[in-house]
């Protein structure tokens, strides 16, 4: 099972970005889904995650409204606005291997990761 993920860059703060994430020889669909995030010097933390229906979400604290996560069937989203040099680091994109489940905020939930895409935000 493996996730890709895309649609990282290098942008200016302020600028936005949209990740994407999809499964190859794994469907997403019905699995609960999530995005971490490691910075340089940093523990991995939750970013935002994402039910199996597609109809909640939980963004971690420091999200404050910018950004949005989405799912339709084969592939999930992260639509990152109004980005802060703070959100610089490497992006994973995780699903539970179960089916049905919520909006998990702990990695241990999250049994398949992706590779990372970097997201670079200058000031």
């Known amino acids: 099972v493996q996730l890709q993920a895309s649609g990282g860059g290098s942008v200016q703060a302020g600028e936005s970005l949209t990740l994407s994430c999809a499964g190859a020889?794994?469907?997403?669909?019905?699995?609960?889904l999530g995005w971490f995030r490691r910075a340089p010097g940093k523990e991995r933390e939750h970013v935002a995650s994402?039910?199996?229906?597609?109809?909640l979400t939980h963004y971690g604290d420091f999200v404050k409204g910018r950004f949005t996560m989405s799912r339709d069937n084969d592939k999930v989203r992260l639509q990152m606005n109004s980005l802060e040099p703070e959100d610089t680091g490497v992006y994973y994109c995780?699903?539970?291997?179960?089916?049905?489940?919520?909006?998990?905020?702990?990695?241990?939930?999250?049994?398949?990761w992706g590779q990372g895409t970097q997201v670079t935000v200058s000031s």
């Open positions: 020889g794994f469907s997403l669909s019905d699995h609960s």
């Open positions: 995780a699903a539970d291997r179960l089916t049905r489940g919520g909006t998990y905020t702990s990695a241990t939930n999250f049994d398949y």
């Open positions: 994402i039910n199996w229906s597609g109809h």
